[in-house]
């Protein structure tokens, strides 16, 4: 049996006729960008996050980088952001001039940690920058309540959190703004890069729409120094098939998971994913952690079973970041975790069957 981690066709297969509908709706019109199938889609995600706003922009690193834009967070200004992560999360805060502050995670979620992030503010921090990582979201009531008391902006990363709750408030609606990605294998992806930012914040919303069309919304009237960032026509129209999926899918990948945490419970040095009774996740990724990492994913390999490693490397020791003299040691935690984490297949479209058979190879190798 192969079983991929990832393979997008059968998402395809399943809506096949809405999308190649869609594609068809949207050459005919002969309207691409920054028209109808955009403005019904900016609706209907707001609808379904909780928020007044969405607004449509082109990848989920702008989405984040034109929420600090807009919120004039620039040169001189810190952002507290995770220590382990995606580093798309840093360069956001890094291409508006400000400065990202690694944070150590909760050990048990890997999310930013509230009490951690307490004492890196400083007087020039002016926002928190959490990932719902793996598509559990971070402690936002802890998180909130210490933006709170020290007047900082909330800006969640919501790229692998589409439909996650948190206290049964939806992800992308648990901060100030959110900057979500539909890169395509994301929980809600589109067939090329596409993102979004979310907020009820109307200035804020108003001021993000100018900023990802060159700072203009009525044309040739160019209000602030803005950046091209548009959500295409084609992109919204085929989110707009796939976003009635996104719970089912999500609820596939629940079921999965629970298999996943029965059938690994107790086996080995392996470490499973950690819910806290407030948190709803949906599942973007399982990661496991192990010591013997190498070994298990050439186990599984050897049996035709796809893992991946989110993320090897942390961003603090990435090339990105040489300039900034941070070094091997500086984030323990953050170092740890790159060299144990481990992803296992998990898709709406994967099947119980291949879970179970995921489960009986990684027992085999703990056995040996
Ligand atoms: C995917 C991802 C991004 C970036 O999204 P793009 O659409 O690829 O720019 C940012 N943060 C996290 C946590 C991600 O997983």
Same mark, same amino acid.
């Given at each position: 049996m192969k079983i991929p981690i990832l393979d997008l066709k059968p998402a395809t297969a399943e809506l096949r006729a809405e999308l190649d509908a869609a594609y068809r709706r949207v050459m005919d019109s002969g309207w691409f960008l920054l028209g109808p199938e955009l403005e019904a889609f900016e609706r209907e995600y707001a609808a379904n996050v909780g928020t007044t706003h969405c607004i449509g922009v082109a990848n989920g690193l702008e989405a984040l980088q034109l929420v600090l834009m807009a919120r004039g967070i620039g040169p001189g200004d810190e952002v507290i952001v995770p220590a382990h992560g995606y580093i798309a999360t840093w360069l956001a805060v890094t291409h508006v001039g400000a400065k990202p502050v690694p944070c150590e995670c909760d050990e048990a979620t890997y999310n930013l940690d509230a009490g951690r992030a307490a004492g890196l503010i400083t007087p020039r921090t002016r926002a928190l920058l959490p990932i719902h990582l793996y598509g559990q979201t971070a402690d936002m009531t802890a998180l909130n309540a210490l933006a709170a008391k020290h007047g900082l902006f909330v800006l969640e990363d919501g790229a692998q959190s589409h439909g996650a709750l948190c206290q049964g408030r939806a992800s992308g609606a648990l901060g100030h703004a959110a900057g979500i990605s539909f890169y395509p294998s994301k929980n809600l992806g589109a067939l090329a890069d596409a993102g979004a930012v979310?907020?009820?914040?109307?200035? /804020? $919303?108003?001021? +993000?729409?100018? /900023?990802?069309?060159?700072? @203009?919304?009525?044309? #040739?009237?160019?209000?602030?120094?803005?950046?091209?960032?548009? =959500?295409?026509?084609?992109? *919204? $129209?085929? /989110?707009?098939? !796939? =976003?009635?999926?996104?719970? *089912?899918?999500?609820?596939?990948?629940?079921?999965? &998971?629970?298999? #996943? /945490?029965?059938? %690994? $419970?107790?086996?080995?040095?392996?470490? %499973?994913?950690?819910?806290?009774?407030?948190?709803?996740?949906?599942?973007? =990724?399982?990661?496991?952690?192990?010591?013997?990492?190498? &070994?298990?994913? !050439?186990? %599984?390999? &050897?049996?035709?079973?796809?893992?991946?490693?989110?993320?090897?490397?942390?961003?603090?020791?990435?090339?990105? #970041?040489?300039? @900034?003299?941070?070094?091997?040691?500086?984030?323990?935690?953050?170092? !740890? %975790?790159?060299?144990?984490? =481990?992803?296992?297949?998990?898709?709406?479209?994967?099947?119980? *069957?291949?879970?179970?058979?995921?489960? &009986?190879? +990684?027992?085999?190798? #703990?056995? !040996?």
């Amino acid at each position: 049996m192969k079983i991929p981690i990832l393979d997008l066709k059968p998402a395809t297969a399943e809506l096949r006729a809405e999308l190649d509908a869609a594609y068809r709706r949207v050459m005919d019109s002969g309207w691409f960008l920054l028209g109808p199938e955009l403005e019904a889609f900016e609706r209907e995600y707001a609808a379904n996050v909780g928020t007044t706003h969405c607004i449509g922009v082109a990848n989920g690193l702008e989405a984040l980088q034109l929420v600090l834009m807009a919120r004039g967070i620039g040169p001189g200004d810190e952002v507290i952001v995770p220590a382990h992560g995606y580093i798309a999360t840093w360069l956001a805060v890094t291409h508006v001039g400000a400065k990202p502050v690694p944070c150590e995670c909760d050990e048990a979620t890997y999310n930013l940690d509230a009490g951690r992030a307490a004492g890196l503010i400083t007087p020039r921090t002016r926002a928190l920058l959490p990932i719902h990582l793996y598509g559990q979201t971070a402690d936002m009531t802890a998180l909130n309540a210490l933006a709170a008391k020290h007047g900082l902006f909330v800006l969640e990363d919501g790229a692998q959190s589409h439909g996650a709750l948190c206290q049964g408030r939806a992800s992308g609606a648990l901060g100030h703004a959110a900057g979500i990605s539909f890169y395509p294998s994301k929980n809600l992806g589109a067939l090329a890069d596409a993102g979004a930012v979310t907020t009820s914040d109307p200035v /804020l $919303a108003d001021k +993000i729409r100018h /900023l990802r069309n060159y700072g @203009s919304k009525v044309r #040739y009237q160019n209000e602030y120094p803005g950046m091209n960032s548009r =959500l295409d026509e084609m992109q *919204a $129209a085929f /989110l707009r098939v !796939k =976003l009635p999926h996104l719970a *089912a899918w999500n609820r596939r990948r629940r079921d999965l &998971a629970a298999r #996943y /945490l029965q059938g %690994l $419970a107790g086996v080995g040095d392996l470490v %499973l994913p950690h819910v806290p009774a407030w948190a709803e996740p949906v599942w973007h =990724l399982f990661v496991v952690r192990t010591g013997h990492r190498a &070994a298990l994913q !050439k186990h %599984l390999e &050897a049996h035709g079973i796809g893992t991946q490693v989110h993320y090897p490397v942390p961003p603090h020791l990435s090339g990105a #970041y040489r300039a @900034s003299g941070w070094k091997r040691g500086d984030f323990p935690l953050a170092e !740890k %975790l790159a060299d144990e984490v =481990l992803s296992l297949p998990i898709g709406p479209h994967h099947t119980g *069957a291949q879970v179970d058979e995921v489960c &009986a190879r +990684i027992r085999e190798f #703990y056995r !040996k």
